[in-house]
Structures are given as structure tokens and as C-alpha cells.
């Protein structure tokens, strides 16, 4: 753990205060270091709110909500973007001058820090949560994010082996390269009262003895929201909770193609869109089996341990960091990523089988609660940044 009487201060950098996976992980990180540590947003929202709540310091950036707007997958870094950037990176340097190392969190705040850690003279790691490849990003910003990262990071510390793998496969250094895997506190899953799968369906309106399926994953097509969709066309009689909300801007046209498509006839009545929500743990009790459908690689996928911590059977997609969590046939059925025959035989396997998937689910459960613990997780990000203070790396 943390060393409590730790005198270097670390400034972890993101560049958006939603709540997703990448912020979540983040959030246990800081709370664990927060008596030597600050995080800096570039934006305000619910992430500097719940990491207040834990007592860590936000610092907020002015110059960054403009970020917002520079995408993944844009062509070409336009003039806008680049003079946004380097505001950001003046701003943040001048926070950096009182800490020892910048931590960045996403590809965005990793390329301010960058900069910043030029400016300020700090080391820089980067927390690389994403696929870097051409499914997921242009190949311009491929190659700037690249670039950047083999001058300019001290360490890329990546969320599974899938994600390192990508990164070196695009030309990312391997030597500065570490896998660190999410960990997720079991606690929560574990203080559920025995009556939690019967009361949510209550407060939910969903009958008792409904078949449920679970999704938990923000909006965007990429999550594979329609193929659950399309899936339970063939299920007749199969319900779905679909909770996640539209996290970034330019989702909302597909929360609105999935709302139209949920009234139509041969789902109506059978999927609740619940949005963004707080009490995951609470919903996934609810369920009967949770369904993990990305139709590109997956970096981790931290809703996986989550079912699994639920004890509910789990259906993912087999690609990405997916196969580092989960063994087809022993703790998970995997499909391939898009397969909608085969999310609906998967399915069908779990309804019908009721000793296969509790099986599954049990021997899951031992198995995520070992390997992907909150203290694996920060003594891993912990060896990182002692590597990089120790050695001076700039
Ligand atoms: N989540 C949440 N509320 C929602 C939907 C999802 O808190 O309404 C959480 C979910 O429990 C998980 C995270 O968001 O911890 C999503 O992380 P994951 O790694 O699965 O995917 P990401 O969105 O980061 O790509
Ligand atoms: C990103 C990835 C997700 C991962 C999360 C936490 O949001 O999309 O797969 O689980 O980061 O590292």
C-alpha cells in the first residue's frame, strides 16, 4: 500500500470529470494516495464531486473545457485544438511546479501533461486505458499519441496486456511499458442484503420470475448496446436492464435510436433504459445474467469483475484485455465480439442451464476476488511511480 509518510507529491491529470470506467480506477487511485496527492481536471462534473467526497484535492483547470471537443478519432489535430492544448499545458505546468510527477489518466490529459512536464521539468507516466489502434483512433492521433509517449513518458502503465500490446504493435516503446490491471472493492457486492435481488425488481416494476439480462456499460455503439438489442429480438420473453448513461458528446442521437428502438413492438415492454447510474451493484443483483457486448476490443472492462464480485453469470466479448478476466467455459461464455447467433445461444445456455452457469459464476467469483483486488492495483500504480522517482527519470 501507499506508504503513509510518502513525501513526494503526485498530480494525477484527466481531462473530463465523468464518471467513467477510466475515472472510477482513478478515483480508488487518488483516494489511496490523496494525503500526497491532487488530481487536476480540466472540466467540472461528477468525478471532482465524488473525488471531494473522499477527501482528495481537485484542481481545475480553466483552460481545458475546450478539450471536450478535440475527438479520438478526428482527423487531423485542428489549429483550435493544438492552441486549447497548449493553454491547458501553461495552466498545468504552473499547478505541476508543487508536485514531483504528473500521472496522466486518458490520451488527452497524457498529451497536456506532456507538454506540461516539458514546461515544469516533472516526469510523466501515463495511465493507458485504451486500445491505441485504428478501431478506436485516427491514425493521426495514433501517431502523435505515440510519438509523444516514446519521447515524453517515463512510464505507460497499461490497464491489461491487450492495451500494452496494441500500444507496442502501433510503435509504442516496450521497455516503458507495465501492466497494471484494475482492481474493484468487493465490499459494496458483498454488503447487499439477501432480499436485494427481489427488492430491486420491485422498486423496478420487473416481475419476480422474469429472465433478466443486465448491460452495464456507458452509451456508444462501440459498447455493442444494439447487438444486445438485436439479440433479444430472437429471445422472446427475455427482459434487459440497459444501464449506462451517454457520457460524451455526440451520443445523444444514440440514446434517442435506442429509446425508439426499445418502444418498438418486438421489444416493448421488455428493456428498462435506466441511464446513468450510482447503485451498480445494486441492479446487477437484480439480474440473472450480465452481458458484456463491445464490438471492438474491450481494454479491460471493469464491468466484467463487477458481475462476476455480483455472483451473476457472465456473457462477454471475446476480445481485448476480455480473456486476462475471464476463461471461456469456466468462469464466463465468451462470444465474438458482434455475433448475434451467438449472444443468443449463449444466452440460451445460461437460462437453460442453471447448474452450468451457477458454476461458472462461483468459480468467477473466487477468482476475480484474488486477482483483481483495489490493493493489487495500488501497489502496482505504487511500484510505477517509486520506479520513476527513485531512477529521476524525466
Ligand atoms: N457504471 C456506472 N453506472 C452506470 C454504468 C456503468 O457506475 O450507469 C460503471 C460500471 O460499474 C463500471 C464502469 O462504469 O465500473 C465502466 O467501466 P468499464 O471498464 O466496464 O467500461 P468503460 O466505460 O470504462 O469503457
Ligand atoms: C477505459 C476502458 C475500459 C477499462 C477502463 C478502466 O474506460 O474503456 O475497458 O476497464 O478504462 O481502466
Known sequence: MVPTGRRERILFVDHTAVLGGAELSLLDIATAFRHCAAVALFDAGPFAHALASRGVRVITLSAGTALRNVKKDSRAPSPAALLTTLRCAFQLSQAARGFDLLYANSPKSFLVSAMAGVLASRPVVWHLRDIVSSAHFSPANIRILVAVANQRAARVVANSQATADAFVKSGGRLDIVRVVHNGIDPEPFDALPPDARAATR???????????????????????????????????????????????SGEEAFEAELRVRIAHPSLAGRVLLLGARGDVPRLIAACDAVVHTSVLPEPFGRVLVEALLGRRPLIASDAGGVREIVQDGVTALLVPPGDVPALVRAVQTIRDEPALAAAMAEAGLADVRLRFTPTALIEGVSAVIDGVLDARIV
Not at 205 to 229: N, T
Open 202 to 248: 420491485r422498486s423496478l416494476g420487473i416481475a419476480e420470475d422474469a429472465f433478466v439480462l443486465g448491460s452495464f456499460s456507458r452509451l456508444h455503439p462501440w459498447k455493442g448496446q444494439r447487438v444486445l438489442l438485436d439479440a433479444l429480438e430472437s429471445l422472446s420473453g427475455v427482459h434487459a436492464l440497459v444501464v449506462g448513461g451517454a457520457l460524451f
